[in-house]
Structures are given as C-alpha cells and as structure tokens.
C-alpha cells in the first residue's frame, strides 16, 4: 500500500479531501517502476512539443521559402538555450524545497513558465519571413523553459532511477520526447496554414498544460507534500544537506575532468555537430529533391520518429543487459554507413523506397545514439551534483548542435546535398573511433575515490 501523507486518520482530512484521496491512490516515484516510466514519458513528451512546433513544423513551413544558409541561422538560434542549460543546474542543485521532493518543485515551475511562454507567442500575430526577429526571440524564450524542464526532470531520473533501469527508461523518455516533437511536428505542420502562429501556439501551451497535471499528482517519495499549502515532511536524504555555490562548481570541475568524462563529451560533440547540420539539410533535401511540400515534411518526420521511438523502446531492455556502450558503438557506424551510402548513391535519390529505407535507418540509429549515450552520461554523474553536472553534459551537446549549424551555415550554399551527407557521415565515424577510448569502468573508480576524498575532507578534525 503506498504510504499517506501526514495523517492517515479519516477525521485529520477535513478541509483537504484532493490531498487525502490523492496520497490514498497514487504511489510515489520512488514506490512503483511503470510510475517512474509513465511519469518521466510524460515529462519527455511535454518537451517534445515545443520541438516539434520549433525544430519541425516550422522548418519545414520556412524550407519553402528561404535560403538553406537562413534555415540553419533560424534553427541554430532558436535552438540555443538547449546550450544554455548549465545556467539552471547549480541553482537546482543548491536552492530546494525539500518537502515537495528534491526536483519536483523544479520541474512545477518550469512547465508553468513553458506554457506562459507559449501563450506570449501566440500575441505575437502570423508568422512572416520578412520579418523573423520577433518570432526567433520568442521561440528562443520557449525553448529556455523548455530545456530548464528537461534538466529538472534528467536530475530527478538520476536521483530515483535505479542504475539498471536507466536504459529502459531513456527509451522511454525518448520514446516521450519523440513522440512529443513527431506528433506536435505533423499536428502544428497542418495547423500553421490554417490558423497560423497565433491558434497553433495555443493548442500547444494547452497540451503541456494538461500534463502538468501528471506533475502535480506524484511526488518522489512517500511522506512528501503534494503542494506548498499540504501537509508532509521532506525525506532524509545525504544529498540534500545544501552545499554553496562555490562547493558545488568545485566538486562539478573535480568530476568533468575525469578521462573518461571528457571522452564521452567529445563524442557526444561529433554527433551533435552532426544534428545541426542535419537540422538544416533534411528539410531543404525533403522539399528540393524529394518533393515534399513543408506539411508533407511535417508528416513524414512524425512518421519516422515514432517508428525509431518505438524501436528503441523494444531495444531499452537490451541496453541495460548488454551494456549502453556496445549499442552506442553500433548505432554510431550504422548512422555513419547509412549518410556515408546516401551521399555516394546520388543517382538513387529519386527513387521514394530508397529515401524511405535511408531515412528510417538514420532516425533508429539516431534515436538508439540518444538512448545509449544518455545512460552513459547518467551513469557518469557525481550524486551530489547531478543536476549540475548532466545539464553541463546536455548542454555542451546543445552547443555542439549550434556550433554546428552556424559553421554549416557559412558554407551550405556552397555545398550539394552529396557532400553535405559525406560529412555527416564522417563526423559519426570519428565519435565511433572516439568511444573506442572510453571505459566507464575506470570511471567508477575515479569517482569512488572522489568520494572518499570527499567525505575525508568533510570529517572533524580530532
């Protein structure tokens, strides 16, 4: 039975009967593994929409109509604050409302603030590519709330998730997350020619406002308050002592420049340099070889994502039994063979089979890279600075995928479509080479020992 909140006498819940029927039913995040994977889906799908308006309808609405070198500006700006997300993980790591969980407050108020922001956007009136200014500014306001959401939620995965369920649930996370951005890519795809920005911003601050309410009903562990006015008491936890600012940057620092640390962020920097490109080339290949018209684009995106999400939630429970490592290796030589074949086989791109099989492969080698190499980053992480240190992680990766959208800009029209796929092939092949080095192993040693160190230097002095 899942435990109550305060009192668990019927004559104590006079005047609060949500809290006593909620903490009756629901369990905690802590008390229930298809809890734990319902609850971070919905979480990862609540990102996923302003993605899929942002990253997909709207690309593929502007790929009919500007340059590929002003697409790739668009994306990478309006994608930015994904590269901005450390800004938000000391401050989670440092400032808690312990008796509503130690993330959960976090996560609250970032959705508030992503359906406000949502809801600006739709005052800003229909979209023009004359002029982008307004529109570039409020989508990189969306996506900042967006991606302070994402590393709440990625911090409260790493403090309940048990370590052998991590590739399950990354699967199910991105599964959430794609099927978010997919289904809300085709959905705002249709929408923007009929009711344009204005009606297609609303019905996406709608849908995140109703899984706010998944938030609003679970709690991390038993005994915690619902809302700041419910009764309840924060669990004991070793981690939530509250170190400062200072501290928390100088363990950070201490566990980023661990080897096998700065191994996986330059692998994670190929292949996000390869999403950048790939953000802008797609759409522009979509409308200008293959003939697909930007709503066409929309659907067919939300088709090959789902499918990939789907795979990769059949394949989760393989990542954990057989290691995060091997499928990422896998999934980073296929991807590279897959962009490496498209590139060189020119003479096969009027044919819709051999697109349609191409493109299904890249997105399931994609969407298995995200799955792995998310695990391998959480399985990095220091406890203590979690938060911190998995949104330094996802951050530099969104950097990368600007990084690599602004240079790609400087010479796309420059480039045929050919070269642009050799190159992407390429850079997976390098980050292939790269996990070679990696071995997480010695890095749970190295951290063991950063513990210990940890704990000496905290101990009295006798």
């Given at each position: ?279 802008a080339v797609f759409p522009k290949f ?23 999400a789907v795979a990769g939630v059949i ?56 799955i792995s190499i998310i695990a391998l ?86």
């Amino acid at each position: 039975m899942p435990h109550e909140v305060g009192s668990a006498k019927q004559g104590d819940h006079k005047g609060r009967p949500y809290e006593f029927v909620h903490v009756a039913v629901v369990p905690a995040l802590t008390e229930r593994r298809w809890l734990r994977f319902g609850a971070f889906t919905a979480f990862y799908f609540a990102q996923g929409i302003p993605i899929g308006l942002l990253m997909v309808a709207v690309p593929g609405w502007l790929a009919e109509q500007v340059s590929m070198a002003d697409l790739a500006v668009f994306t990478s700006v309006v994608f930015a604050p994904w590269g901005l997300k450390l800004v938000a993980g000391p401050f989670m790591d440092r400032f808690k409302f312990l008796p509503m969980g130690f993330r959960r407050p976090w996560v609250m108020a970032a959705q508030v603030s992503l359906i406000a922001s949502l809801l600006a956007m739709a005052t800003l009136g229909p979209l023009d590519v004359q002029s982008l200014g307004p529109f570039m500014v409020a989508g990189f306001v969306v996506n900042a709330f967006a991606a302070t959401q994402d590393v709440a939620v990625d911090g409260m995965a790493i403090d309940i998730l048990p370590e052998d369920e991590r590739g399950r649930a990354n699967a199910f996370m991105a599964f959430g997350q794609v099927a978010g951005s997919s289904t809300y890519g085709a959905l705002c795809g249709t929408l923007l020619p009929l009711v344009d920005l204005p009606g297609t911003a609303l019905v996406c601050a709608a849908s995140v406002a109703v899984i706010f309410v998944v938030v609003a009903v679970v709690r991390e562990r038993p005994g915690e308050r619902t809302f700041p006015w419910t009764t309840g008491e924060p669990a004991p936890r070793a981690e939530a002592t509250g170190e400062g600012i200072l501290d928390i940057f100088r363990d950070l620092v201490r566990v980023l420049i661990l080897p096998m640390s700065l191994v996986l962020v330059a692998v994670e920097f190929l292949n996000r340099v390869r999403d950048g490109i790939a953000t802008a080339v797609f759409p522009k290949f979509a409308v200008d070889v293959v003939g697909l018209t930007g709503e066409d684009y929309s659907h067919y995106v939300g088709v090959l994502a789902i499918v990939s999400a789907v795979a990769g939630v059949i394949l989760g429970p393989l990542i954990d039994r057989s290691g995060a490592r091997r499928f990422l290796l896998i999934a980073l030589v296929a991807g590279s063979l897959v962009h490496v074949g498209v590139g060189l086989l020119s003479g096969f791109w009027q044919d819709p089979w051999f697109v349609a099989a191409a493109a299904l492969l890249v997105y399931i080698a994609s969407q298995l890279i995200f799955i792995s190499i998310i695990a391998l980053f959480m399985n990095l992480c220091w406890t203590a600075v979690a938060a911190t240190q998995f949104s330094v992680y996802m951050a530099l990766a969104n950097v990368s995928r600007t990084i690599g959208g602004m240079a790609f800009a400087t010479v796309a029209n420059r480039l045929s479509f050919g070269q642009d796929f050799l190159i992407m092939g390429g850079l997976l092949m390098a980050a292939a080479v790269l996990l070679l080095f990696f071995n997480e192993r010695s890095h749970a040693e190295r951290l063991d020992r950063l513990k210990t160190d940890r704990e000496t230097a905290s101990l009295p002095a006798t």
